[in-house]
């Protein structure tokens, strides 16, 4: 399977484990960068652990501490290897932006019908220019 | 995005490295959100200058350093703007009693003299409009903290996207933001109608209805219909909730907010056949779903979130009426430094201790990680939403009388 997105901000090819939501999450609150796992019990999510997977979220919500836990989980080695967004919202842009996590949005034909957690894929990013998600 | 020719020259580092990395993430971050320019900002709340705290526990000394060297770098060029800050993660009050390390505490002494050196006011405040941050109708911000920046768009009129750390230094820096979303007309209208049926009788309610809000408009903007008036504190807690159920940087209450006029004018016609009504029902549902825990002992109340105004400072004191909080309780009341020392000066914080109320300045469980209870009892959506994530402790909500009264009790 195929998926075709927007770069938002690229980087080198990655070949990882996807974890999928249809849901929004936030990253301060929700996330526990020390480990890499979702926290917020009110997601589907809860109890995922993030590090070094290909996130595929609808978008984020909540706090502007986002970017900062981004940064934290870089640091402590438990960021996600890259994030997939449907809606551009500006606090995951911002983080992905500013400590250059790999971030693609608007994933076409809808990823949420066919991708399940746990399958491994291959992300391709360009800048300015189409990013490509092939399931391996 | 179309970079005027100064900008682009910044961007290529022809004022250092520092500033040519604060442009690239104000031109990549404004590009993804279909800025077409960037666009001179006035007021900014900055974020993250603080001593860490908690926040790094268990992390390595090289990335504390790291972490730390990051902070710093914040302090190292003039800003442009006004900037205050939003909430450090310590707080200086009671240093003893909290367990407050002296690294810390120097570090942090330091940041407030680096951070006065570039112009930077550590307000440390998540609500900065109560320490006198009020920016004017149609003034452009770059504003961190979402519940403020809902705040300030919505109550005020103001046009701030929802910053982060590193796009508000950036901004401070530089005096420029990307414009997009509530900084353009375009992005201030309303995308779903809430009718109110509820009735709203405590600050808690008001969150209440910003939560069932904020989590049903997703990233769009809320419309609150029939609300015939509202108080400030109300008007905080309707904002703090909305940003933390949802994606929303602003919302608008028709004949009270400054842009809505009017229904008709604040949204399209056909937008505005999707509504939803607000009814007591769904009051007790909202305030329901973030409840963990109903019976038994209480052990942490907290009020100040967003923080206390020197009005609800007041209000505890009155309704705790000479009695003691309970010696097995918490009792925490956070509120900006610049609020503290007013109550200080009035009397208020003499009496609160006194009744063993813990008056506590610049900072928040959240933000510092500190959990001093098993069971917390709050008037306040968003601490109870993200405690119990953050912290896992229990949680109810209540109104602001009844946290005072399960206070003295020491339970349900």
Not at chain 2, 31 to 51: D, H, T, Y
Not at chain 2, 403 to 408: E, F, G, M
Request: aromatic share 6%; charged share 20%; glycine share 8%.
């Amino acid at each position: 399977m195929r998926f075709i997105g927007n770069t938002i901000v690229a980087g080198e090819a990655i070949k990882a484990e996807i974890v999928i939501a249809k849901e929004r999450i936030s990253f301060w609150g929700g996330f526990d960068p020390l480990t890499g796992l979702i926290v917020d019990k009110t997601t589907q999510l809860y109890g995922e652990n993030i590090s070094n997977k290909i996130l595929i979220i609808q978008s984020t919500r909540g706090s502007s501490g986002a970017s900062n836990m981004l940064y934290i989980s870089k640091l402590s080695g438990f960021a996600p290897t890259a994030i997939i967004i449907q809606d551009t919202e500006s606090l995951a842009v911002l983080g992905c932006v500013a400590y250059k996590i790999p971030l693609v949005a608007h994933l076409t034909p809808d990823p949420f019908l066919t991708i399940k957690t746990g399958m491994i894929a291959e992300l391709i990013t360009k800048e300015h220019d189409k990013a490509c998600l092939s399931i391996l | 995005m179309r970079l005027a020719e100064g900008e682009k020259n910044i961007l290529h580092g022809s004022e250092g490295e520092n500033k040519a990395e604060y442009m690239r993430i104000l031109t990549q971050w404004g590009e993804a959100m279909g800025a077409e320019r960037l666009v001179p900002v006035e007021s900014v709340q900055v974020s993250g200058i603080s001593a860490p705290g908690k926040n790094l526990k268990g992390l390595p000394e090289h990335i504390v350093k790291q972490f730390r060297s990051k902070i710093e770098s914040f302090c190292m060029d003039r800003v442009k703007t006004n900037v205050c800050s939003h909430i450090a993660r310590i707080t200086l009050d009671h240093p003893i009693e909290r367990n407050l390390d002296l690294e810390e505490k120097n570090f942090h002494e330091q940041l407030i003299n680096k951070a006065r050196n570039v112009g930077i006011k550590l307000t440390f405040s998540c609500a900065p409009y109560l320490v006198g941050e009020i920016p004017i109708k149609n003034q452009i911000c770059a504003w961190t903290e979402s519940s403020a920046v809902v705040y300030i768009n919505s109550i005020f009129g103001a046009r701030s996207a929802r910053n982060g750390t590193e796009s508000a230094i950036s901004s401070a820096v530089l005096g420029l933001t990307p414009a997009f979303g509530p900084i353009l007309d375009k992005g201030r209208k309303g995308d779903l109608v809430i009718n109110v049926e509820a009735n709203l009788t405590d600050v808690s309610h008001w969150g209440a209805l910003g939560y069932y809000a904020g989590k049903n408009v997703g990233i769009g903007i809320p419309v609150i219909n029939d609300i015939k008036r509202m108080n400030p504190e109300e008007a905080k807690q309707l904002c703090a909730a909305a940003a933390t159920g949802g994606g929303a940087p602003m919302l608008h209450v028709v004949g009270i907010t400054p842009e809505a006029f009017s229904l008709d004018q604040i949204i399209e016609r056909n937008k505005r056949s999707n509504y939803l009504t607000f009814k007591n029902s769904d009051l007790e549902e909202t305030l329901h779903s973030l409840r963990t825990v109903d019976e038994g002992p209480v052990d942490w109340v907290l009020i100040g979130c967003p923080h206390a105004s020197l009005t609800e400072v007041a209000e505890i004191m009155y309704l705790l009426d000479g009695k003691k909080v309970n010696e097995h309780v918490n009792f925490e009341l956070w509120l900006p430094y610049a609020i503290k020392a007013m109550a200080e000066r009035l009397g208020y914080v003499s009496v609160l201790e006194q009744a063993n109320v813990k008056v506590l300045s610049d900072s928040c469980p959240l933000t510092s990680r500190e959990r001093t209870g098993n069971v917390m009892v709050t008037n306040s959506f968003k601490q109870a939403h993200y405690s119990q994530a953050l912290l896992g402790n229990q949680v109810n909500i209540k109104t602001t009388t009844e946290c005072v009264n399960i206070a003295i009790r020491g339970c349900f």
